[in-house]
């Protein structure tokens, strides 16, 4: 029984790196029926037959999983975004913000196609709420450096909607890995899905990065549930003005004497960011309490 970790899937194979190679594995029937088929980024242990083809026999429990994308055992979430073709929706960060922080994963935010637009919104809502935003040009190459340097030794995997430059940044990080590209149609703004499928290139040093296909912004879903009381702890700039409201179940919506209001009114809790909050707690709101995670 051999070790490995999973670099791809792929029309029902699995691409094992282990020490002694890449090994192409089926998965144990079973874990389709448990529903708990292995993910790209599983540590998975595999047998192998004489002919070098495998089978994964177990799953190592995960760290966290995302759905879309579909990885597991991520340290960081490199959500990339655009202000030109497409223009990202702050909203969808904001999103994708607070599954990373519900599954214990750092948010790193690249604000690509700098040497269109510099991105200027974007980077002020997010160093503002005091998320790391980095700014690449997949073109010129500016930034790129920046990002490698904040990726080292961490599995990562890039998110960001269709077309905002996920595979050309993969590309510039690690140009021998070619992966395909296409230039967003001009009709819609958004790409064309050119990416079909979640891989994990190694960028040497236990560095790997998973490219992923885009979303639109209809398509996201929440990973797991969350719990409306909890999606406050999910903003990191409300946190000097968690507990000093006037009533200890605060909401922060529109309640006298909130603190949190207090701040957005001084302008040290940005509206955008804010705005989302309202947004996302209407939609956890909604749950059903048998929903959510404790459950
Ligand atoms: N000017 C400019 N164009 C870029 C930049 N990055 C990517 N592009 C172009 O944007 C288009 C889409 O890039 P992709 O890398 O395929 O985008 P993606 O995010 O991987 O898209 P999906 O795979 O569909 O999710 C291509 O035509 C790229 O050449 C950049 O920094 N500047
Ligand atoms: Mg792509
Ligand atoms: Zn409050």
Redesign the pocket.
């Known amino acids: 029984m051999s070790e490995g970790l999973i670099v791809k899937a792929l029309s029902g194979f699995y691409y094992v790196q282990t020490r002694e190679g890449l090994v192409a594995c089926k998965a144990r029937g079973r874990f389709r029926l448990d529903g708990t088929s292995p993910l790209v980024g599983d540590r998975v242990r595999l047998v192998t037959d004489r002919a070098g083809s495998g089978r994964i026999e177990t799953v190592c429990k995960r760290k966290n999983f995302f759905i879309r994308p579909a990885v597991a055992n991520i340290d960081t979430l490199v959500f990339?975004a655009a202000n030109v073709?497409p223009i990202t929706d702050p909203f969808l960060i904001d999103r994708v913000a607070v599954i990373a922080h519900e599954a214990d994963c750092e948010l790193l935010i690249c604000v690509?196609?700098?040497?269109?637009d510099k991105g200027d919104e974007l980077y002020g809502i997010f160093t503002a709420a005091g998320y790391r935003v980095i700014r690449?040009?997949?073109?010129?190459g500016e930034g790129v450096d920046e990002l490698r340097d904040a990726l080292r030794g961490k599995v990562c995997a890039f998110t960001?909607?269709?077309?905002?430059?996920?595979?050309?940044?993969l590309?510039v990080l690690l140009p021998e890995a070619s992966i395909?590209?296409?230039?967003?149609s001009e009709h819609l703004g958004r790409?064309?899905?050119?990416?079909r499928h979640v891989e994990l290139y190694p960028l040497g040093d236990g560095c790997y990065v998973a490219?992923?296909?885009?979303f639109a912004s209809f398509e996201i879903q929440m990973m797991k549930s969350i719990a409306k009381e909890d999606l406050q702890y999910d903003f990191p700039e409300f946190a000097p003005y968690i507990g000093r409201c006037r009533f200890a179940d605060c909401a922060h919506l529109k309640e006298p004497g909130c603190a949190v209001r207090a701040a957005l009114e001084r302008g040290e809790i940005g509206q955008s960011r804010y705005a989302s909050y309202e947004r996302l707690y209407e939609l956890t709101a909604k749950q059903k309490p048998w929903e959510t995670k404790e459950n």
């Open positions: 990339i073709n690509n196609k700098i040497d269109l690449t040009s997949a073109e010129t960001g909607n269709s077309g905002v430059g996920k595979s050309s940044i590309n395909p590209t296409d230039t967003v790409g064309k899905h050119t990416t490219d992923t296909p885009g």
